[in-house]
Structures are given as structure tokens and as C-alpha cells.
């Protein structure tokens, strides 16, 4: 069977995170992703230079993806409670944990981190109130979320959690 030629950064970067997701640092090299991909190791090694610059692509792409879907997480929960947003962002954001190991050595990928973290705040507090107690408010109901997303702790309930926290 030949050779794919052609594979766009978004659908490489794709594939990435998936086999970063499955087995971390070591399941993801330009070998591993050329047999995923169909793509030529060399040729992925010519458009991100190293496998660090592959992680940090890999996690920038998945950063830029949830702060684009900040918007519509904002009108699919419109007039609605803090947990109720979280809850829209959910499906996405459950890959933010993968994206902070994947991107851990690559500083524009924590920039995207911070601005993701910080507009997920900034809507979590406009929905609880105004001033210092909502701007902390939402710093702990996100950093529940983000909690219970990374552990799968089911005993938590964001709703109840935003209520004593308002």
C-alpha cells in the first residue's frame, strides 16, 4: 500500500494527542506517528523539527480548540448557572490535563493554557456575582472541575459546590 503524501498539520497534531493520550511520552515519537498517519517519519520530522516540537504543536492545536469553543459553551449556556457552562465545555475540556503533560515544555502552550484558564474563570464569575468573592469563587468551582475531570471523582456536585460558593 503507498504512502499518504499529503496530511494536514490539524489532522497530524490530531492523531498526536490521541496516541500521547493513550500511552504518554514514550507512545508518541515521529515512528510511532508516521505508522499512525501513513506519513513518512522523515517528513514528520521536517515540519516540527523534534518530537518536543511535536508535543508542543500537538498541545498548542488542542488549546486553540477549547478556547474556540469558549463561545459556544457561553450561548449554549446563556441565562444559566456557572455549573451549567462547565457542563457545555465538558466534552472538550476533559483533554485539558492531557494538554498540560503534553505541552509541559513548551511555553506557548502554557500561554494558551493561562488564556484558556483564565476566560473559563472570567465566564464563571460574571455568572456568580461581581467583585473579589466571584473572581474567587470561580477560581475554586474551576479548579473542582478540573479535578474531578482528571480524577473522575463522582461525588462532587458542581452545582451544589456553586451554590455555597455564592
Given at each position: 500500500m503507498p504512502r499518504r503524501k499529503i496530511l494536514?498539520?490539524?489532522?497530524?497534531l490530531l492523531e498526536a494527542r490521541r496516541l500521547f493520550?493513550?500511552?504518554g511520552d514514550k507512545a508518541l515519537s515521529f515512528g510511532t506517528l508516521a505508522r499512525a498517519t501513513g506519513l513518512a517519519a522523515s517528513t514528520l520530522a521536517q515540519r516540527f523539527q523534534s518530537v518536543g516540537g511535536l508535543q508542543g504543536a500537538a498541545a498548542c492545536a488542542g488549546w486553540q480548540e477549547l478556547i474556540a469553543a469558549l463561545d459556544g459553551a457561553a450561548r449554549d449556556s446563556a441565562g444559566k448557572g456557572p455549573q451549567s457552562y462547565l457542563k457545555a465545555l465538558e466534552p472538550g475540556a476533559a483533554m485539558a490535563p492531557m494538554?498540560?503533560?503534553l505541552g509541559q515544555?513548551?511555553?506557548r502552550a502554557g500561554e494558551l493554557a493561562q488564556e484558556w484558564r483564565g476566560q473559563v474563570?472570567?465566564?464563571?464569575?460574571l455568572r456568580i456575582g461581581q467583585g473579589e468573592k466571584a473572581r474567587l469563587s470561580a477560581q475554586i468551582l474551576f479548579a473542582a472541575w478540573q479535578g474531578r475531570l482528571l480524577w473522575g471523582i463522582?461525588?462532587?456536585r458542581l452545582k451544589?459546590?456553586?451554590k455555597r460558593l455564592t
Open positions: 494536514s498539520d490539524a489532522e497530524v493520550a493513550a500511552g494538554l498540560l503533560a515544555r513548551d511555553a474563570e472570567t465566564a464563571l464569575a463522582e461525588g462532587i451544589d459546590l456553586a
